[in-house]
C-alpha cells in the first residue's frame, strides 16, 4: 500500500528507452567521401557503397576547398579524390591535410596514373591509388585498405611489374642497395651522391647496373618496386 503525504506527486514509472540502433548496426562501417569533378560519377560511387555493409557514403563535393570542409566538419574515414583535379593542386592538397593532423585518409582515382604520379602521391601520403577502370571487388579493396592505414594501387601502375617480381633486389651490391633505397625517398641523383659522399656520375652507374638486375625502368618505376617487395605496398593483379 502507497502511503501519500501533502505535496507529493505520483510519477510513472521510467519506461526503457528503445534501442536506438539494430545489433547489426553496431559494427564500425567505414565512411566515405568523394571529391569528383563529375557528380554523376560520384551519385554512380554513392550507390556502389550503399550496396555494401562495410561502407557508409558521407558526401560527395566537386572542388578541392569543399572536400577540404568536409574533412573539417565530418571527418570521413576515406576520401577519394579524383586526379582531375590535377596532381600539383592534389599533392598540396595532402600536404595540408597532413600538417593539419587529420586522420582522414586518401584516395586517388583517375582514367590514369603514371609511375611518377604514384610516387608523388605516396610520398605525399596518398593510401590509395586506382584507375576509375577498375572493377567494384578492387575498389573496395583499395578503400578498405586505405581505411585500415594500408598502402593499395593496381599492378597497371608498374610498366615493369611482372619482371620485377622475378628479379628481386637480392643480387644488389649494398652501395646499389643504398642508392635504391634513397630513390625511394624522391632525392635527385644529385642529392644522393651528397648524402653517400660519391660524384652525380657514379650514381647513374650504380642506377644503370640496378635496371640491368632488377629489369626495372626508370627512377620512378624502381622506387615503387622497392616499396612493394619490402611490403609497404598492397597491389591487385591487373
Known amino acids: 500500500m502507497l502511503t501519500m503525504f501533502p505535496g507529493d506527486t505520483v510519477r510513472p514509472p521510467a519506461e526503457t528507452p528503445a534501442p536506438s540502433h539494430r545489433p547489426d548496426e553496431d559494427r564500425l562501417r567505414c565512411s566515405v567521401a568523394v571529391c569528383d569533378t563529375q557528380p554523376v560519377t560520384a551519385e554512380g560511387l554513392r550507390s556502389l557503397l550503399g550496396c555494401n555493409s562495410e561502407f557508409s557514403f558521407s558526401r560527395s563535393v566537386d572542388n578541392l576547398r569543399a572536400a577540404w570542409k568536409i ?6 574515414d576515406v576520401v577519394v579524390i579524383d586526379k582531375s583535379f590535377g596532381p600539383q593542386a592534389i599533392l ?4 595540408s ?4 593532423g587529420h586522420r582522414t585518409r586518401v584516395v586517388v582515382w583517375g582514367a590514369a596514373i603514371s609511375e611518377s604520379e ?3 602521391f605516396l610520398q605525399a601520403g596518398a593510401k590509395g591509388l586506382i584507375r576509375k577502370t577498375a572493377d567494384l571487388p578492387a575498389l573496395l579493396a583499395c578503400i578498405g585498405a586505405a581505411a585500415n592505414g594500408l598502402v593499395w594501387l593496381e599492378d597497371s601502375v608498374f610498366r615493369d611489374g611482372h619482371r620485377s617480381e622475378m628479379k628481386m633486389r637480392s643480387d644488389l651490391t649494398p652501395r646499389e642497395r643504398q642508392v635504391a633505397d634513397l630513390i625511394e625517398t624522391g632525392l635527385t641523383n644529385k642529392e644522393i651522391a651528397e648524402q653517400l ?5 657514379t650514381v647513374k ?3 644503370k ?6 629489369g626495372v625502368h626508370g627512377r620512378y618505376g624502381l622506387a615503387l618496386s622497392g616499396m ?6 598492397t597491389a591487385t593483379e591487373s
Open 118 to 120: 604514384a610516387l608523388h
Open 71 to 76: 574533412v573539417v566538419d565530418h571527418g570521413p
Open 97 to 100: 591535410l597532413q600538417s593539419a
Open 197 to 201: 659522399g660519391i660524384s652525380p656520375g
Open 205 to 207: 652507374i650504380h642506377l
Open 228 to 233: 612493394r617487395e619490402k611490403g609497404l605496398l
Open 92 to 95: 598540396d592538397w595532402m600536404r
Open 209 to 214: 647496373h640496378i635496371f640491368e638486375k632488377t
